[in-house]
């Protein structure tokens, strides 16, 4: 899954970089508590992070849903700050899928999460899709045991 905070530029306009910095910590944090100890999980920049949970399709969702609502309910410094994620969810199958596509389909999904949530339509991004797909490769390659 591809997890990113909702409207996180105004949170730091608004509220301060010490204060988004303080999100991204607690969003981070919750992401590790709510995830099985076999998940690979990663920050890939910015409020952008990536889970990879060897479980299926089904908890995976579970494992969405607690992180979206834990994320609602956090408790922060600023007492009407509201946080929430998008989360975009796709299944990658051993041996018949890339890494390539499985991130492009968990990237379209957290584009349709996030269009649901707000107007936004165009979404800038500060890498461009090859640099991202790296970035998920080295992650999920640093989880992986060595061989031989
Ligand atoms: N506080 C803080 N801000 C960061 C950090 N890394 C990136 N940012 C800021 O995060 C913001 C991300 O903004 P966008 O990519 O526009 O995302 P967004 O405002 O969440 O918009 P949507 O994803 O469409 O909801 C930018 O303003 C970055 O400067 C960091 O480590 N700490």
């Not at 089904?58 to 994320?71: E, G, R, S």
């Not at 999904?109 to 949530?117: D, E, G, I, P, T």
């Amino acid at each position: 899954m591809l997890i990113d905070v909702d409207q996180f530029k105004s949170i730091n306009d608004k509220f301060g970089h010490a204060v988004g910095d303080d999100v991204l910590i607690n969003v981070a944090q919750i992401i590790l508590s709510q995830c099985p100890d076999d998940a690979i999980i990663g920050r890939l920049g910015g409020d952008e992070f990536i889970v990879v949970i060897p479980e299926g399709l089904q908890n995976a969702k579970q494992f969405a849903q607690n992180i979206n609502a834990a994320v609602n309910n956090l408790d922060t410094i600023i007492t009407d700050l509201q946080c929430s994620v998008s989360i975009g969810l796709a299944t990658l199958t051993k041996g018949e899928q890339d890494i390539r596509s499985w991130f492009e389909a968990a990237d379209k999904a957290l584009y349709k999460a996030k269009k649901s949530r707000s107007q936004h339509v165009d979404r800038i991004r500060k890498l461009s899709q090859y640099n991202r797909i790296q970035i998920v490769q080295a992650v999920v390659l640093l989880h992986q045991p060595l061989s031989g």
